[in-house]
T-cell receptor, first 111, second 112 residues
């Protein structure tokens, strides 16, 4: 079964707009991670937020975590065509344990 | 500093055959995990190797087996291939004391 469920499944926006993607999870987590995948290739780690953090920034990325609602959101500001990819949230069951992924969100950024 | 290296990048096999995929972890990492990603799905955990032992295993049949070598590199073996084994196989390495994972670019396996 999948821990994370991303929403929406697909998102299409114009370049320069912001993209917001949501993730809900089922069980308690130590941290939640967001990954990007281009064209069915390898996953690139974007950002990790710990369970005791509420918000974290990295460049144009902002991630929030609400442990009471078991949800997280990833905001990409001022999107670029190069941001077109699939985005996944994932959480480990413990230190260095397996990652459980959702089905992912397909983001298309139109030039 | 090389990241995670997987080989081969693409592979076509016939149903019933056996396949071996290889992974070299990022320098400094001692743990290797394997994931299977079917088209349009998220990656599914197969198993994890640490100190040359299988430490965790996902819900995959015994046809899927692995190995980790003293230099931390790893192999994934799949026997008696089925059409449903067609997928992208991803290797991820990490350091046992940390939280970060580095993924390789994957091996695209097609079973015909």
């Amino acid at each position: 079964s999948q821990q994370g469920e991303e929403d929406p499944q697909a998102l299409s926006i114009q370049e320069g707009e912001n993209a917001t993607m949501n993730c809900s999870y089922k069980t308690s987590i130590n941290n939640l991670q967001w990954y990007r995948q281009n064209s069915g290739r390898g996953l690139v780690h974007l950002i990790l937020i710990r369970s005791n953090e509420r918000e974290k920034h990295s460049g144009r990325l902002r991630v929030t975590l609400d442990t009471s609602k078991k949800s997280s959101s990833l905001l990409i500001t001022a999107s670029r065509a190069a941001d077109t990819a699939s985005y996944f949230c994932a959480s480990p069951t413990g230190a260095n344990s397996k990652l459980t992924f959702g089905k992912g969100i397909t983001l298309s950024v139109r030039p | 500093d090389a990241g995670v290296t997987q080989s081969p990048t693409h592979l076509i096999k016939t149903r019933g055959q056996q396949v071996t995929l290889r992974c070299s972890p990022k320098s400094g990492h001692d743990t290797v995990s394997w994931y299977q990603q079917a088209l349009g799905q998220g990656p599914q955990f197969i198993f994890q190797y640490y100190e040359e032992e299988e430490r965790q295993r996902g819900n995959f049949p015994d046809r899927f087996s692995g190995h980790q070598f003293p230099n931390y590199s790893s192999e994934l073996n799949v026997n008696a291939l089925l059409l449903g084994d067609s997928a992208l196989y991803l290797c991820a390495s990490s350091f046992s004391g940390g939280r970060g994972y580095t993924f390789g670019s994957g091996t695209r396996l097609t079973v015909v």
